[in-house]
């Protein structure tokens, strides 16, 4: 089986957001994005996932599809494929978000709909 600690996982960098994987396979990702403040993920898309940001410490600004959102700790947003989306750290305090991002695939849509 396999376990993560996910407090073992935590860093951060003072030159831009840190990324850490926590597990990935061909279809998905689960990541630690960690960013000090001032730090930010700059908007982009992906055409065929979602992506889903929970937070777990602090709070940021989540830019979903034209839209902009300040979140704290516990709570979640999703961007669907195509939708611009990325966070920023604007506090004085350190930012820690829990990602998740699936490819879609013919396989994985015929799978939910049985």
Known sequence: METRNIQDLIRFSDEKMSKVPIFDSENYFLDLYCLKPGQEQRAHTH????????????????????????????????????????????????????????????????????
């Open 47 to 114: 055409a065929g996932s979602d992506k889903i940001y929970f937070v777990l410490r602090g709070n940021g600004v989540f830019h979903i599809a034209g839209e902009e959102k300040t979140l704290g700790e516990g709570q979640a947003v999703i961007a669907r494929p195509n939708e611009a989306h990325g966070l920023r750290n604007a506090t004085s305090e350190d930012l820690i978000v829990l990602v998740r991002s699936e490819e879609y695939t013919s396989e994985l849509q015929s799978l939910r709909h049985l």
